[in-house]
């Protein structure tokens, strides 16, 4: 096809085109339209591929034109992205175009995303320190406290009522004229918070004791905060506190398959002591693709900044059950949320490029058989077949995924195998302030 390109790079690794197509490609074009109409226009009176031109142009004209103008938007961007070898990830979207006319060109010009060129940086023999997490007597007490308040039950106590307690209760609303509503029972409450108006009128009250409670809160009406005060006629049922089992060796027996409670410490710094290593290593390496990302040059487009901040949206509504479509309501709100959301998306993607580019450098590939071994520890771990699940990999496209992060994780592997770790900075696990 015959055409002139005026292209330039915009911001953020988007491209403008400045597109002009001959008039004689023009016309060509409008004429092949023509003749797929001819073959294929029905008008009632005549047969297929037998409608004269003059009627084919009279009922048709829009949709010809219309045609004629997609054929050669696409074959020209298709051109110019084969002949420039632009990987476009995104769809052009054409911002200015010309009128079709069969005495002139046709001009019109478009824009899209494409990956960015990334200008990387040294990343062989980097200079970093080597993390280490330190497990500490401290962090295996609060541990096992943890699994102390675990595995720890309610009892009931003969006490009054006081913070820190549990309270099962009946209560009802009481409404101005003395009438109940909104009756509920065996409820237990918490009560931790010394300056809650409910919690205050608890305090001090035994098992079977009945007690009026007024509760007075701001509420929004009108656009103005109106006090607003709920009656409730409250029954103690019963007041329990937590009881903690003893550190011994029946709480290492009750909760575990050791004998002893020595065991259980020991099984429990070994565990920690493995996960402290697994987090030595991850922010080591963090760190030495940090570097390299402090010293590469490139943008990144916004079409995958979208993308990354729909995808991270995507696991926080899986793990905390966040209804995002609701969120939408409130575009405010939600424009703020994935604005937030924006430079985490944006460290992912600048991370990930750079592994991809050093892969890219140094011909890492990933192999079958080390798919198959990956698909084959998931396979053990959800009791699955190995075949089964590879299929529904590949139908759900998640295989090249898996292989794109093996990909990565080599060169990540390379990165660390060749950096310069001289130094050594010490944490605690558990914490983030450095052990000095």
């Known amino acids: 096809m015959q055409l002139q390109k005026d292209v330039k790079k915009e911001p953020n690794a988007r491209i403008s085109v400045q597109v002009t197509v001959d008039r004689s490609e023009v016309n060509g074009e409008r004429e092949n339209i023509i003749k797929y ?20 142009l009279m009922h048709f004209s829009d949709s010809i034109k219309s045609k004629t103008i997609k054929n050669l938007l696409s074959a020209s961007l298709e051109q110019i992205m084969e002949k420039d070898q632009y990987r476009s990830i995104s769809e052009p979207v054409v911002t200015e175009m010309g009128d079709l006319s069969l005495d002139e060109d046709f001009s019109f010009k478009a824009e899209f995303d494409v990956m960015p060129e990334i200008k990387l940086a040294e990343y062989r023999g980097v200079a970093s320190e080597k993390y280490v997490y330190n497990v500490s007597d401290e962090i295996i007490n609060k541990e096992i406290e943890a699994l102390r308040e675990r595995f720890s ?24 004229d003395g009438e109940s509503k909104n009756k509920k029972e065996d409820q237990t409450i918490l009560l931790e918070d010394k300056t809650d108006e409910f919690t205050k009128q608890l305090v001090g009250l035994e098992k079977g004791e009945e007690k009026d409670i007024s509760i007075t809160s701001e509420t929004t009406e009108d656009g103005k905060e109106q006090p607003m005060t709920v009656h409730l006629h409250v029954t103690v049922k019963d007041v329990k506190e937590k009881e903690l089992p003893e550190l011994d060796d029946d709480f290492a027996k009750d909760i575990s398959d050791v004998e002893t409670f020595e065991e259980l410490k020991k099984n429990i710094r070994k565990q920690l002591e493995a996960e402290a290593g697994r987090r030595s290593d991850t922010r080591t390496r963090d760190e030495l693709v940090k570097k390299i990302m402090g010293k590469t040059e490139f943008e990144i487009p916004e079409t995958m900044v979208n993308q990354e901040t729909d995808r991270i949206m995507s696991e926080i509504s899986t793990a905390y059950r966040i209804d995002f479509k609701k969120m939408q309501e ?47 520890k998931y396979a053990e771990n959800s009791k699955k077949d190995l075949q089964t699940l590879k299929n529904t990999m590949i139908e759900n496209k998640t295989l090249e995924n898996l292989r794109y992060r093996l990909k990565v994780d080599k060169a990540l592997e390379l990165i660390n195998e060749d950096a310069k770790l001289d130094k050594v900075k010490k944490l605690n696990y558990g914490e983030e302030e450095e052990n000095t």
Do not use: C, H, Q, W
């Not at 460290?347 to 990933?366: P, R």
């Open 37 to 56: 109409f001819e073959n294929s226009a029905k008008i009632p009176g005549f047969r297929k591929g037998k409608v004269p031109r003059n009627l084919i």
């Open 153 to 176: 039950t309610l009892v009931s106590v003969d006490k009054k009522v006081k913070i820190g307690a549990y309270v099962v209760l009946d209560y009802e609303e009481m409404t101005e």
């Open 330 to 376: 409130n575009d405010e709100k939600y424009r703020e949320y994935r604005k937030n959301l924006r430079p985490k998306a944006l460290n992912n993607l600048k991370y990930n490029m750079i592994l991809d580019e050093v892969a890219d450098k140094e011909n890492i590939d990933v192999s079958e058989k080390e798919i198959d071994e990956e698909i084959k």
